[in-house]
């Protein structure tokens, strides 16, 4: 069984805000593998979908970003889910708009649902897939900018990101994650 878990924050104040791209990955994932995010439980709102032999929970931590971990970690504990069959989607201010970075492991790299998710598993060995939403321009202060919503332009960028993003999700499934970083870290 794997688990792909997109962080955001829920709620419709924050629906399509850059810090829920995440989510955005998640309903992508769900549309393409035809699963129902219908389950409420474990702090979250998953489906499970099977794709091939494999079983696949798809998971929106609804615990608010800085929590994620939680949710995560409680759903592994139920369905008995090794970090190694864990991918976490989340959105990065480090990478330029649009760009994608897979990585196998890591530090939170100042990201708050990271830095939970590390806490609450207990390790940081757990797969991840980066989504670049770049930086504030000017004076505009981080917490702003990561809670606003992208211009229409930008929506569009990013519309193409939570595809390829979900396109190296599925994949991941059954294939080496190092094939697939090879495959998408371009």
Same mark, same amino acid.
């Given at each position: 069984?794997?688990?792909?878990?997109?962080? &955001?924050?829920? &709620? !419709?104040? *924050?629906?399509?805000?850059?810090?829920?791209? &995440?989510?955005?990955?998640?309903?992508?994932?769900?549309?393409?593998?035809?699963?129902?995010?219908?389950?409420?439980?474990? @702090?979250?709102? *998953?489906?499970?979908?099977?794709?091939?032999?494999?079983?696949?929970?798809?998971?929106?931590?609804?615990? *608010?970003?800085?929590?994620s971990g939680e949710s995560i970690s409680e759903v592994m504990r139920y369905y008995s889910i090794e970090p190694d069959d864990v991918v976490v989607v989340y959105d990065d201010l480090d990478l330029p708009q649009g760009k994608i970075r897979l990585r196998q492991k890591g530090s939170a790299g100042g990201h708050n649902g990271i830095k939970s998710t590390i806490a609450h598993l207990g390790t940081d060995q757990f797969k991840r897939v980066r989504v670049g939403? /770049?930086?504030?321009? /000017?004076?505009?202060?981080?917490?702003? *900018? !990561?809670? /606003? @919503?992208?211009?229409?332009?930008?929506?569009?960028?990013m519309n193409q990101a939570v595809e390829k993003s979900a396109a190296a999700c599925i994949q991941a499934v059954d294939h080496s994650f190092i094939d697939v970083m090879n495959d998408f870290n371009q």
């Open positions: 069984m794997k688990l792909i878990a997109g962080l &955001g924050n829920p &709620g !419709v104040k *924050y629906a399509e805000t850059r810090h829920n791209i &995440g989510f955005d990955v998640i309903d992508e994932l769900a549309k393409q593998l035809g699963a129902e995010l219908t389950e409420a439980k474990h @702090k979250g709102i *998953y489906g499970i979908v099977r794709k091939g032999t494999e079983k696949v929970i798809l998971l929106k931590p609804l615990t *608010y970003m800085n929590l939403i /770049g930086r504030p321009d /000017g004076p505009m202060k981080v917490v702003d *900018y !990561v809670l /606003g @919503k992208f211009s229409s332009d930008e929506r569009i960028v």
